[in-house]
């Protein structure tokens, strides 16, 4: 069998906030294509605060780019929702791990996060991006490939090494590494929207 293809996308979540929350105050539906559009739009009448909010969202892409640019990308993740699924093998039964990081890989990840990310990078997107809104909350990188960040390609190395064997292990599979170019940074208010992968990626690794 041909060796899958692997991607590791590294993301900090760098603070979390507890609050209390009145539960009464919070609207009453949700779901797929409700609390967010996933294989088609959101009905208005059926899911009226998730409508509003999500067209909130896009009309800061709107005034970024433009409605077609936009629109466009938001047809093509919610049109690949829907049609690659189908198409995709599963490599294991359940489809996630959660386990801790090697303590090398670990070390290596932290501390070269530690010593650049005052240098951190706005991430550019490309235009008409939905996949984030980050117009109105921009995404940052501590990327291994950038070469003003001393150690990356290094780090880069040590991380493979260091997780190719668990997840060769757990997928019963021979791996190559196609994609790991870093951290990213999510700020306040971003939104992730839900989408898949291109099908060159046949096995997907997300470390988070």
């Not at 539906?29 to 909010?53: A, L």
């Not at 896009?58 to 433009?66: A, D, R, V, W």
């Not at 990310?117 to 990188?141: F, H, L, Q």
């Not at 990327?143 to 040590?158: L, M, R, T």
Request: glycine share 6%.
């Amino acid at each position: 069998m041909k060796n899958l293809f692997v991607a590791l996308l590294l993301s900090v979540v760098s603070v979390v906030v507890f609050c209390k929350v009145d539960l009464t105050s919070d609207p009453p539906e949700y779901g797929v294509d409700c609390s967010y559009p996933i294989h088609y739009g959101i009905n208005k009448k059926e899911c009226p605060y998730f409508y509003d909010q999500y067209n909130k969202a896009m009309q800061g892409c709107y005034k970024l780019y433009s409605r077609r640019e936009c629109d466009g990308n938001e047809r093509d993740r919610l049109r690949m929702n829907i049609e690659q699924p189908p198409t995709q093998h599963n490599y294991t039964e359940i489809g996630f791990k959660k386990i801790k990081a090697p303590k090398e890989v670990w070390e290596a990840l932290t501390n070269f996060y530690n010593k650049w990310k005052a240098k951190k990078k706005i991430e550019k997107w490309y235009r008409g991006a939905t996949i984030v809104n980050s117009w109105d909350a921009p995404s940052y990188m501590v990327s291994f490939e950038d070469p003003e960040f001393v150690g990356g390609v290094k780090v880069k190395e040590q991380i493979w090494e260091g997780m190719r064997p668990i997840i060769e292990e757990w997928t019963g599979h021979k791996l190559q590494p196609t994609s790991l170019y870093g951290i990213r940074l999510y700020t306040a208010g971003s939104i992730l929207a839900t989408r898949m992968f291109h099908l060159q990626l046949l096995f997907f690794f997300s470390h988070i």
